[in-house]
């Protein structure tokens, strides 16, 4: 594969709902423009973007894919991002990557949740989108329905650009509403035949609807449209690019990656109207983080943004990354600006899927890789170290559901490690950590598929089989009362003996941060200073597992006010010991309580889930502490629950709101636990 400059390229993310078909959309691109020579299918394994193992056996695209294709002198670079929500931050990578969006509905269904999120997120972002209506010839495929469901939801500004010659079982081709010609289809193979009579009419309607908004771009041609005047082609195609960079245009177009009827029309739009990397007017997906502007001109110096990171056992570390400005060549000398370090080049190639076409340049604009960075992640930014600069990275959404795991065998807890830190750099809404309190790893992200499938990876690429264990809670104990109690330790045994006895008196500690106040209110020397550090020690090290069960203890004040001791026979092991009884007996008769972490929710639904939503988080233990309106009218709804309820929310709430909710939640505080509750939790222990 050659080289391409900047005005040649196209860059678009696949994006929409799962099972849309926008992996079986590569393959009919690529087999269009004979890359490939048999049309591969998800569910018989065999396609280019869906090459992994866990996609294979699942049927669903869970990581990104690059997918360059040639086409009358053009390169189009389509990232294939999964429709699975787990997966999301696939998507949002991919997207900032891309001058516009490619979204995929299925005919049949219509508009789905996934197809919903990405074209009210591209809207937000001011992305270029075009959208085609896949699977026309399923049964009960309904293009007119898809078009009406999409102007009722996202406005008039969708157009559909083709229109379609029959249906399911009877769709044969389409209707090219700006070339005003139709096409009929054998296969990918196609003919031109006259528009059928009694769609002239509404082909001319679509058409002057399309022409109306090339107006509206601009004075000067509004004014030929209302004089009857047509536009040259070159007024036109400006104008219909500035129309989808500004939003007031997404074109639609109707067709069947499995048959490949309009698939090459597609392309055709694609190549006319959609933005090049170096159009003035294109939103810049990655933006600086520094005074320094850059340019997509080969002119430039050079700099890039790594987007997506490959971990693989058997190939290494592969960067794909897009060249902002200037030109990566294999003899450049790479600066991680983002670090500060320089990297030396590995293999400089282009990636179709699995597959590395070397090349010796990556131009302004374009999409390549390079292996065996050691420093680089995804995020970071390589630049010329003569002039460096440094783009922003991209704020992902934290993990909102944790699983506890372990491994199955012992001898692969040095491995595991190694493992998840080599999974986390490849996925960054990936995360994993070892809870000290609770002695658990855990790991975590954006939903149970990603979580399953990360154990999967452990186990197929790392050889380390693990399982899910039950997640415990970091609870903690308190007292709520006063206590005056004597610790006494007395040891003899021949030779010296031990002996020290304590009087302490215990009480909650109220507005204080503090977990642990100790003083001392001795008189008259009934208990040495020397031994004092000791009593405190042994309090101290008592905190870390509280009689009522096994939890710390927080919120306690020790004041020792008296003891004894004995000349010879008192040392500080002998108070410290002391001191530790008088803490188990003095909690007790303080009236000790359990708490339980209290976290604060935010949840974001469509108004029509409020009602579910609300009752589900009341038989949480919630409390409901506000709700306002977003600008796109949904519900937020914010609440504190405890965090043992809180546990699967993630799952439940996709399933409340057929995935249309979403949420994030962080720690407030430590609340007391009710006393039903509490004897559950003792009895687990």
Avoid: W
């Avoid at 891309?98 to 269904?109: F, H, K, P, Y």
């Amino acid at each position: 594969m050659k080289s391409y400059p900047t005005n040649k390229i196209r860059n678009l993310s696949l994006v929409g709902h799962s099972g849309s078909g926008k992996t079986q959309l590569t393959e009919a691109c690529l087999y269009l423009t004979n890359v490939i020579n048999r049309v591969g299918k998800v569910e018989d394994k065999n396609t280019v973007s869906d090459y992994s193992k866990q996609e294979m056996k699942r049927g669903i695209s869970i990581s990104s894919s690059v997918i360059p294709i040639e086409h009358n002198d053009i390169k189009i670079n389509f990232i294939d991002t999964p429709g699975y929500f787990d997966f999301e931050r696939e998507v949002y990578q991919s997207l900032r990557a891309s001058e516009a969006a490619l979204i995929v509905i299925d005919a049949v269904n219509g508009i789905e949740v996934g197809t919903e999120k990405v074209l009210r997120y591209t809207q937000s972002i001011d992305l270029p989108r075009i959208i085609f209506v896949n699977k026309m010839e399923k049964e009960n495929a309904n293009f007119n329905k898809c078009v009406s469901d999409l102007h009722v939801k996202f406005g008039n500004n969708i157009i559909p650009f083709t229109l379609t010659l029959g249906e399911g079982e009877d769709f044969k081709g389409v209707i090219d509403v700006i070339d005003k010609k139709a096409f009929e289809y054998n296969g990918f193979e196609f003919k031109e035949v006259p528009i059928p009579e009694d769609r002239v009419d509404e082909v001319n309607v679509v058409f002057d609807e399309i022409c109306e908004v090339v107006a509206q771009t601009d004075d000067e041609l509004m004014e030929k449209y209302f004089n009857g005047e047509e536009f040259t082609h070159e007024e036109f195609k400006k104008a219909l690019v500035s129309a989808l960079l500004e939003g007031t245009c997404v074109p639609l177009i109707a067709g069947s990656a499995l048959t490949g009827v309009g698939v090459d029309v597609l392309l055709e739009i694609i190549e006319k109207y959609m933005p090049t990397p170096d159009d003035e007017r294109a939103k810049y997906g990655f933006r600086h983080a520094d005074d320094k502007q850059r340019k997509f001109s080969v002119d430039e110096p050079m700099s890039a943004v790594v987007f997506k990171t490959i971990v693989d056992p058997f190939v290494g570390k592969i960067s794909i990354f897009k060249v902002i400005s200037g030109k990566i060549t294999k003899d450049t000398l790479l600066y991680n600006s983002s670090k500060e370090v320089e990297e030396k080049i590995g293999d400089l190639f282009f990636l179709r899927g699995k597959e590395q076409i070397k090349t010796d340049e990556v131009h302004a604009g374009d999409i390549g890789a390079i292996s065996k960075l050691v420093e680089t992640e995804t995020g970071d930014t390589i630049s010329d170290k003569n002039d460096p600069t440094v783009y922003k990275r991209l704020k992902l959404k934290p993990a909102t559901l944790f699983f506890a795991i372990q491994p199955k065998s012992k001898s692969d807890d040095d491995k595991i490690s190694t493992a998840l830190t080599k999974l986390q750099t490849e996925d960054l809404s990936f995360v994993s950590e070892r809870n000290n309190e609770t002695k658990q790893l855990l790991i975590g992200g954006r939903g149970n598929v990603q979580l399953q499938v990360m154990m999967d990876r452990l186990k197929d690429e790392y050889q380390v089989e693990t399982e899910v264990v039950p997640l415990r809670i970091a609870y903690r104990e308190t007292i709520k009362a006063k206590s005056d109690v004597e610790g006494k330790h007395k040891k003899q045994s021949g030779g010296a003996g031990q002996f020290a006895d304590v009087f302490i008196r215990f009480e909650p500690l109220t507005d204080s941060e503090e977990t642990f106040v100790f003083e001392e209110e001795v008189f008259g020397g009934a208990v040495p200073k020397n031994f004092f550090p000791a009593v405190e020690k042994g309090l101290e090290e008592s905190l870390e597992k509280g009689p009522l069960a096994g939890y710390p203890v927080v919120g306690v004040k020790a004041i020792l006010y008296d003891g004894k001791y004995h000349p010879v026979d008192s040392n500080e092991m002998a108070f410290k010991i002391a001191a530790q009884i008088a803490f188990k007996k003095g909690i007790e008769e303080a009236k000790p309580i359990l708490l339980e972490p209290i976290m604060k929710v935010t949840i974001k639904i469509p108004e029509e889930y409020m009602g579910d939503v609300m009752g589900d988080m009341n038989k949480r233990r919630g409390k409901i502490l506000g709700m306002e309106s977003d600008e796109d009218g949904n519900q937020i709804v914010i609440a504190e629950a405890p965090h043992k309820e809180l546990f699967e929310y993630s799952i439940d709430l996709r399933s409340m709101t057929q995935a249309r909710g979403e949420f994030e939640m962080e720690f407030v505080r430590y609340e007391e636990v009710p006393s039903n509750v509490t004897e559950e939790i003792i009895k687990e222990q």
